[in-house]
């Protein structure tokens, strides 16, 4: 197995598992066994940083395929790598803030943060250009 894949596709990895540390942190200490026979019933339930947590899984996975979208074309019109994993760097870090904004509740740095990632995946739509 060839583990040397470019920065970019190692974000692209990292991205799709912040939406399963969202939803653990969301659960840990809180949900048992018998939660997971219906656990979307569970989630309705939830409040304050458990419910944030959870509603930043639902956000990942929703701007998650735009991110993979963004990397792949930004290889196909033939961007600098530098510049593509600078780039998918970016959003990553901009995501991980994202998800410390919302779990602290601060509503105006995540929408800011959120609106910035937006942004860099609009710049690697474009990379290759």
């Known amino acids: 197995m060839n583990f040397s894949l470019p920065l970019a ?30 656990p ?31 990397v792949i074309i930004a290889h196909q019109l033939g961007a600098a790598q530098g510049t593509i994993d600078l780039l998918a760097a970016c959003y990553l870090g901009l995501r991980m803030a994202y998800l410390a904004f919302y779990l602290a509740g601060i509503g105006w740095a995540r929408s800011a943060v959120w609106a910035l990632a937006f942004l860099v995946n609009v710049a690697l739509l474009f990379a290759g250009r």
Request: positive net charge; charged residues 15%.
């Open 9 to 38: 596709y190692w974000c692209v990895l990292f991205a799709a598992t912040l939406p399963y540390v969202a939803a653990y942190i969301a659960k840990a200490g809180a949900f048992g066994a018998k939660d997971n026979e219906q």
């Open 40 to 70: 979307r019933e569970w989630s309705r339930g939830l409040s304050g940083w458990r419910a944030r947590a959870n509603a930043a899984q639902a956000n990942g996975f929703e701007g998650l395929p735009f991110f993979i979208g963004a």
